[in-house]
């Protein structure tokens, strides 16, 4: 069952009902208290080159709608990036994605208080240059997700109830590229790092799929102290399909995170811990490389000539630190720092046993350019030594190194030059210089 048929269907009706409510919820005007909320709110007004928005406020009825709890937003990636030394081959590529973000609160609905629904979707379009890099971490996070082909899907369809100020139960279908947050190296989009060693600790991709049918608690610590997440997901869940059909038939993924806010110095800064473990069947990494071979050979024809060992279960745990070295007083979110990710991935099943990351970043460091950032960032990627010898003769693990400048040529446009030093995973390979731009337009 694919998740555009079906899936978009119900968002599309849910939509309609949502916005429905909402015009009928705008007519009244008795005050009301100001209810809780997980989203900033935002700013629709302002003329072309003021606004934060392409599309601007739809004739009031954009901030008629975040009243009454129902917000859209709409961002198109476009980037254009070339090999120009190195890599498996000297090719460019321009591609990119658009993602589409509903959020509802029904509190501000007039319904029930502390419900919060998000669908995303995405599309994916053009090629990367991901490929022709030979690398084992993608300099194109953007041409890696959802899917490595052309593709539209709802990627999530989460739910999240709070039952009281400190605790709330989610569910759905939950897309997991929103862990592992950074202040300055984390997330999809044109505003911070492209390679994807830079938005999320990859030890944890073999363990933990993109988008899968889930549910779990979120528990926010007292003072705003942090939050701590735990979450039970189905193993191969996909962003393609909706999964109920045979959701958990071949394994579970328990997944935690703890995020920790403090002030040293009065400066912010955050400490991530989290960890997953997956009862999927998975294929041992160190056995007789003619054992693989065989299995094809198996498989194809029907014989049974060997089997390959299996393992039933993976896990992996990592850590990451971001901290601010100077921050504005009026807005903490202005200022420069540094950041620090480490994974430790099951060698057994884990091609990925150990990943670092360091580096420094900001945003608004120029005067009257508040909304630009940089960063600066480097990783270090430890192939795991269980690997067949046949095929741990020709790879290697790898590092790279990322710097970029995002400039707010409007509020609602950003262009941002990127250069991306990268050694491959293939040992007779040479080290990939990746140059290129992204741009995104926020609707």
């Not at 909320?37 to 599309?55: A, K, M, N």
């Not at 890696?144 to 369809?157: F, N, R």
């Not at 991709?205 to 979450?231: K, W």
């Not at 991306?420 to 140059?435: C, F, I, S, W, Y």
Request: proline share 5%.
């Amino acid at each position: 069952m694919k998740a555009p048929s079906i899936v978009s269907l119900f968002a599309a009706l849910l939509f309609s009902a949502i916005v429905a409510t909402a015009a009928r919820a705008a007519e009244t005007t008795d005050a009301k208290p100001e209810p809780a909320s997980i989203w900033p709110r935002q700013d629709y007004s302002g003329d072309l080159f003021e606004r934060r928005y392409l599309t601007g406020d739809w004739g009031g009825w954009r901030t008629k709608l975040a009243d009454r709890g129902v917000t859209l937003g709409v961002n198109l990636y476009q980037a254009y990036r070339g090999i120009v030394d190195g890599g498996r081959d000297e090719n460019d590529a321009y591609g990119g994605s658009a993602d589409y973000e509903l959020h509802v609160e029904t509190e501000r609905l007039g319904l029930w208080p502390g419900g919060f629904a998000t669908v995303f979707a995405e599309s994916r379009f053009g090629k990367s240059v991901n490929g022709d890099a030979g690398v084992l971490i993608a300099p194109d996070t953007d041409g890696l997700l959802p899917l490595p082909e052309e593709i539209t899907t709802l990627s999530g369809v989460t739910f999240v109830q709070f039952l009281a100020p400190w605790v709330a139960v989610l569910g759905g279908k939950i897309c997991t590229i929103d862990g592992d947050q950074n202040a300055f190296a984390s997330g999809r989009g044109n505003t911070q790092f492209s390679n994807l060693g830079f938005v999320i600790n990859p030890i944890v991709l073999r363990s933990v799929p993109y988008s899968a049918l889930g549910g779990g608690f979120l528990l926010v610590l007292p003072d705003e102290l942090g939050t701590y997440t735990f979450s039970v997901l189905d193993a191969l869940g996909r962003p393609d399909t909706v999964g109920f059909d045979d959701a958990f038939s071949d394994g579970t993924v328990i997944a935690q995170e703890l995020r920790i806010g403090y002030r040293p110095l009065g400066l912010p800064g955050h400490v991530t811990l989290g960890g997953s473990w997956s009862s999927r069947n998975f294929g041992v990494l160190d056995q007789d490389p003619r054992l693989i071979i065989d299995a094809v050979i198996d498989e194809r024809f029907g014989t049974n000539l060997a089997e390959i060992d299996r393992a039933n279960s993976s896990w992996a745990v990592y850590y990451n630190f971001d901290q601010f070295l100077y921050a504005e007083k009026d807005d903490p979110t202005q200022g420069v720092g540094l950041f620090f990710r480490f994974g430790q991935g099951d060698e057994r099943t884990n091609p990925l046993e150990r990943f670092y990351s360091f580096g420094f970043g900001g945003k608004g460091v120029i005067p009257t350019r508040d909304d630009d950032t940089f960063g600066i960032g480097w990783y270090l990627v430890d192939r795991s030594d269980q690997l067949p010898r046949l095929i741990e003769r020709r790879t290697q693990g790898g590092q790279g190194f990322e710097v970029f400048y995002n400039a707010a040529v409007l509020p609602w446009l950003h262009l941002t030059p990127d250069l991306q030093v990268v050694e491959p995973g293939v040992k007779r390979v040479d080290t990939a210089v990746v140059l290129g731009a992204r741009m995104q337009i926020a609707f």
